[in-house]
């Protein structure tokens, strides 16, 4: 199918992959459109997967209601059910991004027979978004939300001088630059950015009935009847340096699943369908074809503390950097290194607390390329601490651990005291 209709309305559909495969539905967010699943579905169709990807309500041409009120979570969820049986599909798996997944956790709510599973990217269950909105920064994170809710003036701000041109704005919240010139080239013009603004002013046309919010990003916010349970299979991912949406609703949204849930955190911004399509792709393989579970992608202090070695720069007062290749482990959520006492790093580290650490070899050799992550040192002399560094060190370097020891004490002409060198990296 190319399009459906409901209402008057023409919606355009983007549908691949095997007609007879097993169909899955992609439901997009603000600002993007139906191609922001483009890295995505080539992976499912390549599984055999069927993909339905709307453009929807105030994105498609052909279905842009002027009025907010149309926008109400109960006319969005309608499109899905109206499209499924436009396609001849009594059950879908449903899949949505910010938006799209307020919309996705609603039909699962409300039409649980109509969804054979759900995976939810970055938006938590309405009930988890309440919560943390009143109980967390969240709030904070959603202001925006009441900002646009003025008619006609969000838009021209957006897209005019104030708002440094659209697809810079983009780049900037860090959508990657290909997406990001589609989604601007969409909305060149005022009106074209009114329907999927309505998306936020339809809040305060919702029922009395409804009474939690969900807020995103560029954030959705919908309303949904309190204490719903949602009972099928659920996948939630959640990119941990989303500006958004943070760590409170995405912990509590399990409480709020009764069926077979699983919690992916990913060291990610807000825009999962185009910066980790493979991720995604994965995790949607797993949940609706029972494939394997893709393994929980690795931190950022966890990809770095898995490494050899770590040049570990540290700055002289004029501001020169001096790197050094160092013994690394990872502490909970830090970097961990054993230096010496009275070497110049830790003199240098006195007068500023930057760091700059990068994967290395044994004799500090950085690759064309290698990651560069800054971060921030402090220095603990505490003997127990600086037993169980020592402990995990030994565990992971084995013998060679000794054997550097060994070596600094003959050179030292004795035993030296050590410092543990605890770093914690800065998020991207």
């Not at 309305?9 to 097993?22: E, H, Q, W």
């Amino acid at each position: 199918m190319d399009h459906f209709t409901r209402s008057g309305l023409t919606f355009d559909v983007i549908d691949s992959g095997p007609v007879d495969g097993t169909p899955v539905v992609l439901l997009h967010g603000f600002p993007q459109d139906a191609h922001a699943y483009d890295e995505v579905r080539p992976l499912l169709n390549d599984r055999g997967l069927r993909t339905l990807a709307p453009h929807q309500r105030g994105y498609s041409r052909g279905a842009r209601p002027d009025d907010p009120a149309a926008y109400v979570m109960r006319e969005l969820v309608a499109d899905v059910l109206a499209m499924l049986d436009q396609a001849g599909l009594e059950q879908a798996h449903l899949v949505g991004h910010d938006w799209g997944a307020a919309v996705a956790w609603a039909v699962a709510i409300r039409h649980p027979g109509r969804v054979a599973s759900l995976t939810a990217l970055s938006v938590p269950h309405p009930d988890a978004m309440g919560w943390a909105l009143r109980h967390s920064t969240q709030g904070l994170k959603s202001w925006y939300m009441l900002a646009v809710q003025v008619p006609r003036l969000p838009e021209q701000l957006v897209l005019g001088p104030l708002g440094g041109g659209f697809e810079q704005g983009l780049t900037r919240l860090g959508v990657p630059a290909e997406p990001a010139r589609h989604y601007a080239a969409r909305f060149r013009r005022p009106e074209d950015l009114r329907g999927p603004l309505n998306w936020y002013r339809a809040l305060r046309h919702q029922t009395s009935r409804s009474t939690a919010k969900t807020g995103a990003s560029a954030s959705p916010g919908t309303k949904t009847e309190r204490g719903t349970s949602v009972t099928v299979p659920t996948t939630f991912v959640w990119g941990n340096q989303d500006a958004y949406l943070g760590r409170a609703g995405a912990e509590r949204t399990g409480e709020h699943v009764s069926a077979d849930y699983r919690f992916v955190e990913v060291d990610a911004t807000h825009w999962l369908p185009e910066t980790h399509p493979d991720l995604v792709a994965a995790e949607i393989a797993a949940r609706v074809l029972g494939e394997a579970a893709p393994p929980e992608p690795l931190t950022l202090t966890e990809r770095l503390g898995h490494q050899p070695f770590l040049s570990v720069t540290t700055f002289r007062r004029s501001g020169e950097p001096v790197s050094t290749p160092m013994w690394v482990v990872q502490d909970g959520d830090h970097l961990a290194f054993t230096t010496p006492l009275g070497v110049g790093k830790l003199k240098r580290l006195k007068h500023t607390q930057r760091v700059e650490v990068t994967p290395c070899d044994r004799r500090g050799r950085v690759a064309d390329g290698a990651e560069r992550v800054p971060g921030t040192a402090v220095v603990s002399t505490d003997s127990r601490e600086l037993a169980r560094v020592e402990r995990l060190l030994e565990q992971k370097y084995r013998f060679e651990y000794h054997i550097m020891k060994v070596v600094e004490r003959v050179a030292s002409r004795g035993e030296r005291d050590r410092a543990v060198l605890r770093v914690d990296v800065d998020r991207p």
